[in-house]
């Protein structure tokens, strides 16, 4: 209706929809042309969304890599709930 965009959260969600393992640098790049200009879009806000979207399960942990000896970088997917949730919205 005024061409708003879906919440980067929901969206986040929509695109590992289909089972993929992502962390938040390949979600950035997925998520850039359509989000890239708004403030709220960053690496940082993306890793706590996906923070958050596990501590209410619909994301875990599936797989974590030490980088450069000091950053971890974590990878998820959806739970069996949050592939629920995502076949509810259609």
């Keep these: 209706m005024f061409g708003m965009k ?3 959260k929901l969206m986040i969600v929509k695109v590992m929809g289909d089972g993929s393992v992502m962390d938040a ?3 950035y ?5 359509i989000y890239g200009t708004e403030r709220q879009f960053s690496l ?3 890793e706590r ?4 979207l596990k501590a209410v399960g619909m994301l875990e942990a599936a797989g974590a ?3 450069n000896g000091k950053d971890l970088v974590v990878s998820y997917r959806l739970t069996a709930h949050g592939l629920r949730k995502v076949a509810e919205l259609g």
């Design 44 to 46: 940082k806000r993306l």
């Design 25 to 27: 640098r390949s979600l």
């Design 49 to 52: 969304h996906l923070q958050a």
């Design 65 to 67: 890599v030490l980088e």
């Design 6 to 8: 879906t919440p980067l």
């Design 29 to 33: 790049r997925c998520l850039e042309p």
